[in-house]
């Protein structure tokens, strides 16, 4: 089933003071139930889940006409997934670049992370779903992009690549300027390799000690309706306890992670945090007041707000 | 006279190896400098002032010290909880290494062929090195310390140590490295894993060697590899270094 594309090709709208999102075309979204999170895990380690997931949903995309309703600045739990581009960083021109693709859906929290490293350098791109329900993910096409047939994907021009942070650090690369430098990349080999050591932290103590809470209490009862298991629960918050101590520590002397301005090492703690904010155990980031004050700091980013527009928060 | 890298940890360690790859591959001076965790060394105020967390790998350049930050879950404080929690740290220090050393294993300036790279460090990282580290923790680990090797869990990795060889066999069909034609830090970061298969009671365990074998790209790209100087060297020091 070939599955519709939509590019927000129509015309651009003039900006105006007030319209940050002027550029969207909204999806409708046809579905009395959307409660789903859909981090990368679930689509490939739970295959069944994600249909389950896609059968609770009916996407109707109007290609060229207009959205049947006007797009609206919602922060209301609205699950459409959007087909955008992000407003030109107010700083930056961008329109000599094309548009790149991700190839994916906007809840996935590794798509997320992609997202959002587009909307902080101001790139232009445009969102490509990939319909699970009808295998896509699995088609020849999807899987010429990411041979594990998981999303996202990304392309532009002639390259493609799969691995979440692997594309966000091209993206960083590539719309990088003087101001602009979120992999330090150009501010000498000790800054850079702070922000290298805080991403991998990220991937390899910070996400495992959090991500089964997030299973546990919104993932399996939700897909599943199966009940929560409290000793995993406990044993992360444990571990995640150890985790927010050390960061804690750090950022006393740092304001963030790698230093005293944002990168992409604080950016990549923003998907799975989001959806840890909706379990029950959010308060556990008031026992780390520096850690709470550098969490609020990264939610109030305007970037940041733009992709959580596309992520429930209630399910 | 150049400063002395030193390296804190012992080569037997595949995370620790994973560092000493990227030193050997870049030809700069090293000294691995062992630090005896039976003797609760790594909590001596010396260490410590190193890395706040006991931990290693720790990497010393002159002035820069450069660790992971590991997040020791203390509820079974056995050695092998250790070792299975410092296997994950090495990334970031082979990535110092490279950028300062030998950039071109980054392809550092190349946008496109530094994405490539990153994605096969990713891949490496998320895909192949967890299926792995969880055979070998099984057929290394385990019998080290006296306890019984988890066959289901073996067989389970190995299934998806398979697929994951798939897309390897794939991608190497068209392409001599994982990033493409030249050789990088991705591929150098698969050798400290891989040669731990040749240390082990396994070593010529079908089960284990013919997911690489079966495949006949993957089993050049390896060949080619193992051929390389770093490689016989890490194997040396593997064999010769304490536990």
Redesign the interface.
Known sequence: MAYPRVTSSSARSSSSASATRSRLTKVDVDSTIFRAVSPEVLFFHYPWATRVWCSLLTLRINGDQPPKHPPTQTTEQSLAPIIATSVEHPSHSRTNMSPVKVFGHPMSTNVARVLLCLEEVGAEYELVPVDFLAGEHSSPQHVQRN??GKIPAFQDGE?V???S???A??IL??YKTADLDLLR?SSG??E??MV??W???E???YYP?MSPVVFECIIFPVMRGAATNQTVVD?SLD?LR??LG?YE??LEKSRYLAGDSVSFADLNHFPFTFYFMATPYASLFDEFPKVKAWWEGLMARPAVQRVCKNMPTEF | MAPVVKVYGTAKSWNISRVLVSLEEAGVKYEVVAVDFAAGEHMSPAHLARNPFGQVPVLEDGDFCLWEAIFHHVSSPSLITYTFCLQQQSRAITKYVCRKYKPELLRVGNLEGSAMVDVWLEVEAHQYSPVMEAILMEIRLRPIFGQQVDDRVVEKNIEKLKKVLGVYESRLSSSKYLAGDFISLADLNHVSTMLCLGITTYFLHPQIITPHYDQPHVRAWWDDLRARPVARKMSDLMNTSGP
């Open positions: 041979p594990f390259l690549l799969f691995e942070r692997a594309i650090k091209y690369r590539k990349e080999i000790e850079s390799s290298d050591v991403t991998e932290v991937a390899q103590q000690a044993e571990r150890g985790v050390v520590a750090r």
